[in-house]
T-cell receptor, first 117, second 112 residues
Framework: DAGVIQSPRHEVTEMGQEVTLRCKPISGHDYLFWYRQTMMRGLELLIYFNNNVPIDDSGMPEDRFSAKMPNASFSTLKIQPSEPRDSAVYFC???????????????FGPGTRLTVL | EDQVTQSPEALRLQEGESSSLNCSYTVSGLRGLFWYRQDPGKGPEFLFTLYSAGEEKEKERLKATLTKKESFLHITAPKPEDSATYLCAVQAWSGSARQLTFGSGTQLTVLP
């Protein structure tokens, strides 16, 4: 298996522009997670999906952030408009999904490093 | 609110010098405790999951243990390739059950 795939790996944009990050989870995984990692706040969960349905978006910082999962093999995280404080590494992770067992493990992608100037 | 505290923040070891990393946690009900390794510029790589106090898991030079309040990652005779940031995370039974709460990590450097 190729693992979780994210694109682009690096994104540099100017303040006010729209940014779209993409993720392909591991085939057969029912859960997909979006995280953000910064030096100040570490790894924080933004939103997660179960079977393509958003379950918890309480970590989404504000209305400028939105996430979709149109099918089991693709998800996007969009920031519009972007701001310099959005600069971070954004990770996508997927999980097979049975709680309390080894199948609950989340597997992370390589991340997208976003820089907003 | 779930909390995870890792110590030390940074650790430098000589090759072959064994040590332990600590992860203290506060959670309403522990569903699982996870250890990940993260190399610079890469995503966290899964190492272990522990589900109940007293449980232990091993992988090569690493051994993870769990009590009701903390977890230890023991590194035996480390090598330079073990240098990385080690992250601990907890998953609780309450609230958004799938959420992982991460600690800030321990940056390990193993010198040759």
């Amino acid at each position: 298996d190729a693992g979780v795939i994210q694109s682009p790996r690096h994104e540099v944009t100017e303040m006010g522009q729209e940014v779209t990050l993409r993720c392909k989870p591991i085939s057969g995984h029912d859960y997909l997670f979006w995280y953000r990692q910064t030096m100040m706040r570490g790894l924080e969960l933004l939103i997660y999906f179960n079977n393509n349905v958003p379950i918890d978006d309480s970590g989404m910082p504000e209305d400028r952030f939105s996430a979709k999962m149109p099918n089991a093999s693709f998800s996007t995280l969009k920031i519009q408009p972007s701001e310099p404080r959005d600069s971070a590494v954004y990770f996508c992770a997927s999980s097979p999904g049975l709680a309390g067992t080894s199948t609950d493990t989340q597997y992370f992608g390589p991340g997208t490093r976003l820089t907003v100037l | 609110e779930d909390q995870v505290t890792q110590s030390p923040e940074a650790l430098r070891l000589q090759e072959g010098e064994s040590s332990s990393l600590n992860c203290s946690y506060t959670v309403s009900g522990l569903r699982g405790l996870f250890w990940y390794r993260q190399d610079p510029g890469k995503g966290p790589e899964f190492l272990f999951t522990l589900y109940s106090a007293g449980e232990e898991k091993e992988k090569e030079r690493l051994k993870a243990t769990l009590t009701k309040k903390e977890s230890f990652l023991h590194i035996t005779a480390p090598k330079p390739e073990d240098s990385a940031t080690y992250l601990c995370a907890v998953q609780a039974w309450s609230g958004s059950a799938r959420q992982l709460t991460f600690g800030s990590g321990t940056q390990l450097t193993v010198l040759p």
